[in-house]
């Protein structure tokens, strides 16, 4: 399993005990993301 695999999985278990958590997760996932395939935005644009 890599490493990504465990992560995903970890974050399902915190997820079935604090869904506002995962969701915080993913959003700052997301704007990591996009910090680094998109340095022309502005982090206000997202």
Do not use: G, W
């Not at 506002?20 to 910090?35: C, G, I, P, R, S």
């Amino acid at each position: 399993m890599s490493i990504e695999e465990q992560y995903r999985k970890l974050l399902k278990e915190a997820a079935k005990h604090d869904k506002d958590y995962a969701f915080m997760q993913m959003e700052v996932e997301t704007n990591d993301f996009l910090k680094e395939n998109y340095p022309e935005l502005e982090e206000d644009d997202f």
